[in-house]
């Protein structure tokens, strides 16, 4: 059967079968898949097999196939462009645009094309790649990058073209400082820090911390980054370009400036001088740190203010207990709301970030 006379299940589940060939482990498949992305994705050996044993979505439920499927819109054609920092988002990218429609365009990014390459040699004629864009109007595009590709994507887009946009944004962790699952709550941060190096939009940036005294913020920070420094012997840290080292070097030169750095294998955790307010709006007065497994604890006094000032950013919300779930998930429904540890492994069940709206953007008259 064409890929036409194909039910949008059914393109899905096909891309699940090539998906599940492509990274079996064992398999010279994998083998190869493993050795491009080393070149590719800047990821180490392990870092790379943790995220495709944890981070590829291979097993589903139907419940989250049935909402991934249904919360796309038909479309007569989609395109999709595709990000570097995760190589895995190629995945869930391929399976919205082939829920939309038959006829599936991708542009792999030139950095890492590694998997969406592999999935097409193993499902060859479910979509086509292309090094250019050939949008119509009526088309639906989805889109990832940083806001400022997204919108010199959007400036050369036809009018009536339907854009499906997910740009910049990051992850935050909470703590209770109170709760008696600081132990736990380390490691969860410190996987869901290591994972893809901390370039993702799920990735952690800040962790906050609620109640406890100034005593129990610097002990946790500390925790903290013994937890990351332990967890980088089993994930080695891959490689850095020079923006990327430059980055780095001016956050921990700003971030000495008030307060501790402290560190944690290659990364480090960032603390504010004890003496200082808890603050209800980190944005306020903190740029958000870099990738390359760096973190800001930040004690608040009110948690929901302080997530509040990061909403428009907010793609995630790793939680150390149960409560804290409990508590933001109604609050903040276009965030992934998860227990940390489960930051960078979403359920299969419609687009990452839910930031905008599912219908997309149509674009209007210039």
């Given at each position: 059967?064409?890929?036409?006379?194909?039910?949008?299940?059914?393109?899905?589940?096909?891309?699940?079968?090539?998906?599940?060939?492509?990274?079996?482990?064992?398999?010279?498949?994998?083998?190869?898949?493993?050795?491009?992305?080393?070149?590719?994705?800047?990821?180490?050996?392990?870092?790379?097999?943790?995220?495709?044993?944890?981070?590829?979505?291979?097993?589903?439920?139907?419940?989250?196939?049935?909402?991934?499927?249904?919360?796309?819109?038909?479309?007569?054609?989609?395109?999709?462009?595709?990000p570097a920092?995760?190589?895995?988002?190629?995945?869930?990218?391929?399976?919205?645009?082939?829920?939309?429609?038959?006829?599936?365009?991708?542009?792999?990014?030139?950095?890492?094309?590694?998997?969406?390459?592999?999935?097409?040699?193993?499902?060859?004629?479910?979509?086509?790649?292309?090094?250019?864009?050939?949008?119509?109007?009526?088309?639906?595009?989805?889109?990832?990058?940083?806001?400022?590709?997204?919108?010199?994507?959007?400036?050369?887009?036809?009018?009536?073209?339907?854009?499906?946009?997910?740009?910049?944004?990051?992850?935050?962790?909470?703590?209770?400082?109170?709760?008696?699952?600081?132990?736990?709550?380390?490691?969860?941060?410190?996987?869901?820090?290591?994972?893809?190096?901390?370039?993702?939009?799920?990735?952690?940036?800040?962790?906050?911390?609620?109640?406890?005294?100034?005593?129990?913020?610097a002990a946790?920070?500390?925790?903290?980054?013994?937890?990351?420094?332990?967890?980088?012997?089993?994930?080695?840290?891959?490689?850095?370009?020079?923006?990327?080292?430059?980055?780095?070097?001016?956050?921990?030169?700003?971030?000495?400036?008030?307060?501790?750095?402290?560190?944690?294998?290659?990364?480090?955790?960032?603390?504010?001088?004890?003496?200082?307010?808890?603050?209800?709006?980190?944005?306020?007065?903190?740029?958000?740190?870099?990738?390359?497994?760096?973190?800001?604890?930040?004690?608040?006094?009110?948690?929901e203010p302080?997530?509040?000032?990061?909403?428009?950013?907010?793609?995630?919300?790793?939680?150390?207990?149960?409560?804290?779930?409990?508590?933001?998930?109604?609050?903040?429904?276009?965030?992934?709301?998860?227990?940390?540890?489960?930051?960078?492994?979403?359920?299969?069940?419609?687009?990452?970030?839910?930031?905008?709206?599912?219908?997309?953007?149509?674009?209007?008259?210039?």
């Amino acid at each position: 059967m064409t890929r036409a006379g194909l039910s949008a299940r059914q393109r899905v589940d096909r891309l699940l079968l090539a998906a599940h060939k492509a990274a079996a482990q064992g398999t010279r498949a994998r083998r190869e898949l493993v050795d491009r992305l080393l070149h590719t994705s800047g990821l180490s050996r392990p870092g790379i097999e943790w995220a495709l044993e944890h981070c590829l979505e291979l097993t589903p439920s139907e419940a989250e196939l049935s909402a991934l499927v249904q919360g796309v819109l038909p479309a007569r054609r989609a395109h999709v462009i595709l990000p570097a920092n995760v190589f895995v988002a190629a995945h869930r990218a391929l399976a919205l645009a082939l829920s939309a429609s038959p006829h599936v365009f991708v542009k792999p990014s030139r950095r890492e094309p590694a998997l969406v390459e592999a999935l097409h040699a193993q499902a060859p004629g479910l979509f086509e790649l292309v090094s250019e864009l050939e949008v119509e109007p009526g088309d639906h595009v989805f889109a990832y990058g940083s806001d400022e590709t997204v919108e010199e994507l959007r400036r050369g887009l036809p009018e009536g073209a339907v854009l499906h946009a997910h740009g910049s944004g990051f992850g935050v962790a909470v703590v209770d400082l109170e709760s008696g699952t600081l132990q736990a709550s380390a490691q969860g941060i410190a996987e869901d820090t290591a994972c893809f190096d901390q370039r993702g939009c799920l990735s952690p940036r800040f962790v906050l911390a609620l109640g406890g005294g100034v005593g129990d913020v610097a002990a946790f920070a500390e925790q903290l980054a013994r937890s990351m420094g332990h967890l980088e012997r089993q994930l080695p840290l891959g490689s850095m370009d020079a923006a990327e080292l430059a980055e780095v070097t001016w956050h921990r030169q700003c971030a000495a400036c008030f307060g501790r750095v402290i560190a944690a294998g290659s990364g480090a955790v960032s603390l504010r001088d004890a003496d200082a307010p808890r603050i209800s709006n980190p944005l306020a007065e903190l740029e958000v740190p870099p990738g390359g497994r760096h973190l800001e604890l930040l004690a608040v006094r009110e948690l929901e203010p302080a997530l509040e000032a990061l909403r428009p950013w907010l793609t995630s919300i790793g939680c150390g207990d149960d409560a804290l779930v409990a508590r933001l998930r109604p609050r903040f429904e276009r965030a992934r709301v998860v227990r940390v540890g489960q930051m960078q492994r979403p359920a299969f069940d419609g687009p990452v970030d839910s930031r905008g709206d599912a219908r997309g953007e149509v674009i209007g008259p210039r």
